[in-house]
């Protein structure tokens, strides 16, 4: 067996990669019986498969994507679509405006004087977003899977916020002045619900929007029903009880899809919201009939760990796949503190990159050993401020663009990369158990029997370990505040 180490770690804000070929011994030659410091691998016992890795193509993303030389356009889709590069397949794409959009915007302006939605066109998708999407799929080194999703309703068609139901239970008051909201009238922001006499109309509009993507060559193969189902923000958001998603879903999209040929096309997902709530609102969705009109659960990371929650819903509903369709650092590249806001005692540049990378492969590591097959990352880039959007503050990304058309990884995408680029689509992952928790551990077999482990150290201090597997041992180091991938590939 050969063994490669990939180690990376971060020095003043940029990540250094070393690779290493490790030895492998017999455990029989062992001078004694090998029990501590122990972590053993089992090939032969599989679970999920794992089907690949992605991010987000916003209109900011677009429109970034735009402002790049033409020779940093190339270099960009190879590092992340490249057979070198990321191996990126999944890209997650929104429908009609949201918050990474440079303006709010929607596909009929108007759908109360054209309640037969003839003036629909995604002209708009059209300027930013569809030309980087082709040219990535002019080049990608593995086939596309397009994740299409809805922020909110035509405003016309919504009830105005409701003042008791914002978005601080979840995300906590954002920092800076508070935003003025118009409690009186509709709007594609600040929440509202979508009036239930538009539940079918908004399910054509859906069914055309996806359509519209499909005529434009993009290989549309899932939609979630709703971004952020219970997220009354600022931008662009509709709220969904379990129930009304549950009536919309049986009564009105799940028909409309049917007759217009979709759903042989086209998986739906149900939630994409935060994890720690994914179970209960599932199963306010699922039933024995509706169950069998979708094919899995999207979700966030921004409520913390609860990868249990996970597994509790795979428990549930073990026949659905468990995607994550969003995550991000909350702040600007280069800056601390919620949204760009500076906190006192706020880390530095250099020790707020390295935790969003860490953060990243702990999630990704977590959400793995617990069910997860398809991960998708928000935006695939940013400016430095965190946008541009047309609503206040500004979050992360692996990548951030600079204003003289170039752009500048962060450490976070080499984390990413320690998954990416070896846990290969149709992988699956396998079974192992580990001596301590001081690292985090996540295995995988790829489809022509290569193994994959991945450990990443968010601690200061180095940790070793020797792998038991088939009789073999293999021994490795994880420095503190390191990730680490091993492939290892029958000779």
Not at 85 to 90: D, E, L, P, V
């Amino acid at each position: 067996m050969k063994v490669k180490q990939r180690i990376t770690y971060a020095v003043n804000s940029k990540a250094v990669t070393e690779e290493r070929m490790l030895p492998v011994t017999l455990e029989a030659d062992e001078p004694r019986h090998l029990e501590s410091g122990v972590i053993n691998v089992y090939p032969e016992l599989q679970y999920q498969e794992i089907e690949g890795f992605g991010g987000a193509i916003t209109d900011t993303v677009g429109y970034l994507y735009s402002t790049l030389k033409k020779r940093e356009k190339k270099r960009f889709l190879e590092d992340y679509f490249g057979l070198d590069g990321q191996h990126y397949r999944f890209i997650r794409m929104h429908m009609d405006s949201c918050d990474y959009s440079l303006e709010e915007y929607q596909a009929v302006k108007d759908p109360i004087a054209d309640p037969d939605l003839a003036t629909f066109t995604i002209k708009r998708d059209r300027k930013y977003m569809l030309p980087m999407l082709k040219d990535a799929m002019a080049m990608t080194a593995l086939p596309f899977s397009v994740l299409l999703s809805p922020w909110s309703p035509p405003w016309q068609w919504k009830t105005p916020p409701e003042r008791p139901k914002n978005d601080g239970a979840v995300y906590g008051e954002l920092p800076g002045k508070p935003q003025e909201v118009d409690y009186e009238n509709p709007s594609r922001c600040n929440g509202g619900s979508l009036k239930k006499e538009y539940y079918g109309s908004w399910a054509r509009y859906l069914a055309k929007y996806v359509q519209a993507y499909l005529d434009e060559g993009v290989p549309v193969t899932m939609m979630t029903l709703q971004n952020e189902s219970i997220a009354a923000t600022n931008w662009d958001s509709c709220i969904w009880t379990p129930e009304d998603q549950k009536e919309f879903l049986r009564d009105h999209l799940y028909p409309t899809f049917k007759e217009a040929g979709l759903l042989s096309k086209v998986g739906l997902y149900i939630w994409d919201h935060n994890k720690e709530r994914v179970a209960e609102y599932a199963s306010g969705v699922l039933d024995e009939e509706t169950i069998n009109m979708v094919e899995g659960i999207a979700f966030h990371w921004y409520s913390g760990d609860h990868f249990e929650a996970l597994s509790i819903a795979h428990e549930l509903f073990p026949e659905l796949k468990l995607i994550l369709s969003e995550c991000c650092p909350l702040h600007a590249p280069g800056k601390t503190g919620m949204g760009g806001f500076t906190f006192p005692g706020a880390p530095s540049v250099a020790e707020v990159d390295l935790a969003d990378a860490a953060a990243y492969a702990h999630d990704i590591i977590g959400n793995l050993n617990h069910g997860m097959s398809r991960w998708i990352d928000w935006n695939l880039c940013v400016d430095k401020d965190g946008g541009p959007r047309h609503v206040p503050m500004g979050f992360g990304a692996p990548v951030c663009v600079n204003p003289d058309g170039t752009y500048r990884k962060l450490v976070l995408f080499d984390y990413v990369g320690h998954f990416s680029k070896f846990i290969l689509p149709g992988a699956r992952r396998i079974a192992f158990s580990r001596c301590d928790d001081k690292v985090d551990v996540t295995a995988a077999m790829n489809r022509d029997g290569s193994i994959v482990l991945v450990a990443l150290n968010r601690a200061p201090k180095d940790a070793s370990y020797a792998i038991r597997m088939d009789g073999q041992v293999i021994r490795f180091d994880v420095p503190g505040n390191t990730i680490t991938t091993l492939y290892m590939v029958e000779e």
